[in-house]
């Protein structure tokens, strides 16, 4: 499954794929193998990766970009919270490292707001995953 994202101070009117990506997030350990996961990259592309080994990573096809390559254990990360290892909001911490007009403490807030109707211990709790993970990605 691929899901595109736009981010944009400014309004968007843009409605089609995503042709050539600014970033790459893959949530799921397994596709981060996939030889499509670089359709469209470029060497400017920077890819953060939920993968089991942050040490090394195993795909010929992003290394021979040459881009820019971020680690994390979200599943590692996600199971300290949850009995499933959903990693969005994990992913969503580790992204935000990268994206110079995103301050992680905007973003723990808005997350923070937006879950504690769930409540306080959900919103706490996922709060912590963005933080660990934001930490953790190398």
């Known amino acids: 499954m691929r899901v595109f994202v736009r981010f944009s101070q400014s309004e968007i009117r843009i409605h089609s794929a995503v042709q050539n990506p600014d970033y790459v997030?893959?949530?799921?350990?397994?596709?981060?193998?996939s030889r499509f996961i670089?359709?469209?990259?470029?060497?400017?592309?920077?890819?953060i990766l939920n993968v089991y080994n942050t040490k090394k990573l195993n795909n010929p096809t992003i290394l021979e970009l040459e881009s820019p390559i971020y680690l994390v254990n979200a599943n590692q990360v996600v199971m300290k919270y949850?009995?499933?290892?959903?990693?969005?909001?994990?992913?969503?911490?580790?992204?935000?490292?990268?994206?110079?007009?995103?301050?992680?403490?905007?973003?723990?807030?808005?997350?923070?707001?937006?879950?504690?109707?769930?409540?306080?211990?959900?919103?706490?709790?996922?709060?912590?995953?963005?933080?660990e993970a934001y930490d953790a990605i190398k």
């Open 82 to 131: 949850l009995p499933k290892p959903i990693t969005n909001i994990a992913m969503l911490g580790a992204l935000c490292k990268y994206l110079p007009d995103l301050p992680f403490k905007q973003l723990s807030e808005k997350v923070y707001n937006i879950l504690i109707r769930k409540g306080e211990k959900v919103a706490d709790d996922n709060v912590k995953m963005l933080k």
């Open 38 to 47: 670089t359709d469209g990259a470029t060497k400017k592309t920077q890819f």
């Open 25 to 33: 997030v893959c949530l799921d350990q397994n596709l981060s193998m």
